[in-house]
């Protein structure tokens, strides 16, 4: 069985220390609508956070 990752949108914004929480919220609510959610720091800006949606 093969698993696509599909990813819907990509956003940059201010790191905040919790946004993981929001992160963390919407993937325990959203898991069964198929849906997944990511949160990284920019490699390049360290004060900025991609928050990206995923389609599993």
């Known amino acids: 069985m093969e698993s696509k990752i599909e990813v ?14 929001i992160v963390d919220a919407l993937n325990r609510t959203l898991k069964q609508k198929d849906l997944m959610f990511g949160l990284a720091l920019d490699r390049e800006e360290k ?5 990206t949606i995923y389609r599993t």
Do not use: G, M, R
């Open 8 to 21: 819907l949108s990509t956003v940059k914004i201010q790191h905040s220390p919790d946004l993981y929480k």
């Open 47 to 51: 004060n900025t956070a991609i928050f």
